[in-house]
Every structure is written in structure tokens, then in C-alpha cells.
């Protein structure tokens, strides 16, 4: 799907929105400049999806969460929203290490600035967590499929826009801890082919043992049997 720009031209809409605790607010979230073909049955964007699930997660975690902020993209450094940093007393810090924050984050970056924006890796995102957050912590937030998949290396506007259309997840490529499975399996075999190298080259080393040991008592015999022929006999 070819995006298309949209009507609007202003880089900012104030949204009401009606969280899943019952309660609205106001706030005011970027707007998306390009169509991606990611909003929601509902014309949500990607960035006003990202501000409801991100406020409704930390809500499950704690009921006086504040609501999340999202600011433009182009006011963040490089143009890339920030990666989850550790921080305890924030209930969003276990909402961001998600699949769904990752995703929500770079879909909404990428609809403000077009599909030549900076994706940020999926490995780099989760760097600095304790590993990936199950979807769990999202009970109660309606999600599509394509925010719920594993982008590896990094996520794509394109990939995304098929699982919607298709309504089929992409194949799981990816470990838990945000590396991809590709890479582990060919550390596994390269491991593989070490130890078939080690084992190769003892097989051989054992093999050209026993020929020298074989060739030493063959040669010991032969002299030995030498010895016993008596010496009459050699002029026989």
C-alpha cells in the first residue's frame, strides 16, 4: 500500500480520549502527517493508540498512574522516540519493555515523518530492560495483531501493514531477551562445526598413532626373526 498525505497539515491535534478505566481525557498527541494504512477501525492513529495503551498498562500496575505523555517526534534527538530506561518508581518502565510499546513507538514516528523515518532497532529498544514485558500487562486494551508481532531486525511500516491486511502473525524469529533466534542458531552451529573439527582431527591423530605403533612391531619382529635363523643355514 502506497501511503498517502493526508488532508491536514498541522503537526498537532488535541484528542479525546475514553480509556478502558472508564475515565476521559484530554491531551494533546502528535498528529500523523502520512496515512501508513495502520489506523484503527475507529481512524485512530498509531500515536493516539500509543498514548491509550501505554496509560491503560501502567493503570493495571497502579490505578493512580498519570497518564502518558507523548511529545512529536521531531523535538527527540535523531528524530527517534527514546529508548526504556530502568527506572523503579515509573509504572511505564515495564509498559515500554513490550513488543507493543516498541512497535507503537516506531508506527507512530514513522506516520509523523513518513516511511523514510530512523527506525530504532528492536534489539537496541530493549537493551536496557530486564528482558521482554509479556502482552499481559495490556489486559484490557484492545490491540491489533500487527502491534502484538515480533519485528526483527527493526520494525517495518510494510510487514505491519500485511499482518493487518491479512490478519496473519509473522513467523516468531526472535528469543525473549530481544535477539534475534537466526543469530543463536548460527552461533549453535558454528559451535557444532568446532567440535566436529575436534573430534576430526583426534580420530586422525589416534589413527596415525596406531600405524607408527604397528609399523615399529612389525619391523621388531622382522629383526628378531633374523636373529633365530641359524647361521648355517643363511648358505644353505
Known sequence: MVPTIRSFTTLWVTSTLIYFSGSVRTQTIPECNVNLGLFTTQDFSPCEVLVTAMTSCARNMDPNATEYTLEAVSSQSLN????????????????????????LHQACAACQNGLDSNVTLRSLWFRGCKGVQPLTLFNGVSLKLWMTQIYEPSFSVEKAVQVDQSG???????????????????????????????????????AFLVLLLGLFIFFVRRRNARKRIPPSAEFM
Open 80 to 103: 527517534q522516540y527514546p529508548v526504556p530506561i530502568l527506572d523503579s518508581a515509573s509504572p511505564f518502565t515495564s509498559c515500554d519493555c513490550t513488543d507493543v510499546s516498541y512497535n
Open 168 to 206: 496473519n502473525p509473522l513467523p516468531v524469529t526472535s528469543s525473549p531477551v530481544g535477539t534475534s533466534t537466526s543469530s543463536s542458531s548460527n552461533n549453535n552451529s558454528g559451535g557444532g562445526s568446532n567440535i566436529g573439527m575436534i573430534v576430526g582431527a583426534a580420530v586422525g591423530g589416534v
